[in-house]
């Protein structure tokens, strides 16, 4: 566990709703551990788990594994995610819309997130290909922080994470 998750945790405590905080702790565990029981069953392990400010991450031994395997993986977290907003659509619209805020997001197509890895998976042996996901990523940001701006958005926290997220694509 890095400083930056707790630090993160307190400061959502003192902004807001503890209650909302908890539900988006809650979705975060719901999605990783679709990724551990991906990693189960593909006999991967699991070799660690990350806390940063930016959320949670399981990390597994990727040198045995297959690309399919791979990608089934990174896809797992963003599926129990989907999965979970269609099942609590009618009875909990607001716990499903956090599901599907997380499952999308984790679907962007950054280096660091779900998409990104699988993305990769699918196009790893193209230098051209990387180089064009990493334009696909830097756009993405740019439009999503375009678009935030135009609809009156103006959270300094999720510029911070479309600016974090494009440093990390450059890197």
């Given amino acids: 566990m ?8 307190c400061i959502a405590c003192l902004w807001g709703d503890g209650e909302l905080l908890l539900q988006c702790l809650a979705v975060c565990m719901l999605h990783e551990t ?3 029981l991906a990693m189960w ?12 400010a930016a ?14 395997q791979r990608l089934c993986i990174s896809l797992s977290g963003p599926a129990v995610n989907l999965l979970m907003a269609a099942l609590l659509y009618r009875t909990r619209p607001e716990t499903a819309l956090l599901h599907l805020c997380m499952g999308g997001f984790n ?14 998976c699918l196009t790893e ?6 180089t064009l996901l990493h334009v696909l990523a830097l756009l993405c940001a740019a439009l999503g922080m375009g ?11 999720l ?13």
């Fill in 2 to 9: 890095d400083f930056g998750f707790p630090a993160a945790v």
């Fill in 34 to 36: 679709g990724h551990g």
């Fill in 41 to 52: 069953l593909t006999r991967a392990g699991i070799r660690e788990i990350r806390f940063h």
């Fill in 55 to 68: 959320g949670m991450q399981m990390v597994t031994h990727t040198a045995c594994l297959t690309r399919l």
């Fill in 107 to 120: 679907l962007l197509p950054f280096r660091v997130l779900d998409g990104g890895t699988a993305l990769r």
């Fill in 125 to 130: 042996d193209s230098n051209t290909a990387e």
């Fill in 147 to 157: 678009v935030l701006w135009y609809c009156g958005v103006r959270n300094p926290v």
């Fill in 159 to 171: 510029y911070l994470m479309a600016g974090y997220l494009a440093v990390a694509e450059l890197r």
